[in-house]
């Protein structure tokens, strides 16, 4: 079955971010299509470059952007996301994890309209 | 539960669940944002506001002291998106001593089963 | 319908409220914070056990062991891993109760 993802609130503050990808992976496993991710809110931090966990962390915005290698598209909402000072490019220089993309509340809507299921994971 | 339109433009039961006081937290404001852009998209868009969510609706809100947008004129503009179905749970309401008359806008107070019985209608509930 | 609630009962009011609105057939997952109100003996424990009597009550298994309370829920819930998650969103259109 066709499943998309929301996640509103930031990786490490809560475990939001956490029981989605647990959920994500379990859900490919077993054969479903997770297509999209979408980050709104505080969610948004998920896929900042910039995140250098300790080494004995788990790495979220890695994992994302591994799921955003293998397919399932991550989003982050672009109002939630300029209010909060994560920006796609800017002088030249890419700001987010590879293979994430910044987009408007009507790929939300989307997924919303193509999903068999549309599962929100926050705080 | 999904509707087909004669131009086949599926239109999908979406509602929003607003349980969240305004202002304290960006949640609800960001909701009304989300609901705009649905309505756009032509979706059966309804809200439904519970617990705390009522206070979203509360009259005579004036943030200027606090210079935060407020976004209570939205709601009085749902009705031009056709955004019209907005229920909100009664013991919620009762609960914090308001009635209909403290609302910005009109509404259809509903019991707790009846709202669950609509819920159960959705092709998509997005909380917030 | 899938009733997800992932706060504890004694932080925000989600279960309390979401039990109003729980229809015939409907089940009730709880994760993360959410599963301290499965847990046996506390001030909340009789909202889930009233909801047992008609609806089935899971808990997700690594929420409940991160948090020390194996062996110590409600008799009569079910506990799932993330696959069985999935199973239940499979089968249930899903209501998160943030």
Known sequence: ?123 | MTEEYEDDEVVKKIMHIIRRAPHGTIYSYEALETVLIMAAYDQDVSMAFIDDGVYTLKKDQDTSELEIKGYMKTFTALDDYDVEKLYVDRQSLEERGLTEDDLIVEVEVLDSAAIGKLMGEQDTIIPN | MLHMINQSPFRAPSIETAMRFIQAADVVLLTEDGVYGAQSSQKYADLIKNTMANNEVYVLGPDVKARGLEGKLLDGIKTVDYEGFVDLVEKHNVNTWL
């Open chain 1, 1 to 123: 079955m066709k499943i998309g993802v929301q996640i509103k609130d930031g990786p490490y503050n809560h475990q939001a971010a956490d029981t989605a990808y647990q959920f994500i992976k379990a859900a490919r496993k077993k054969g479903h299509e997770v297509f999209a991710v979408f980050l709104y809110h505080d969610g948004v931090y998920n896929i900042t470059k910039y995140s250098e966990p300790p080494n004995d962390d788990r790495h979220i915005a890695n994992r994302w952007s591994e799921l955003g290698a293998e397919g399932v598209t991550i989003y982050a909402c672009i109002a939630a996301a300029k209010r909060r000072g994560i920006t796609n490019s800017k002088d030249g220089e890419q700001h987010i994890m590879p293979n994430t993309e910044i987009t408007g509340l009507g790929q939300l809507t989307d997924m919303a309209i193509v999903a068999d299921r549309l599962v929100t994971f926050g705080d």
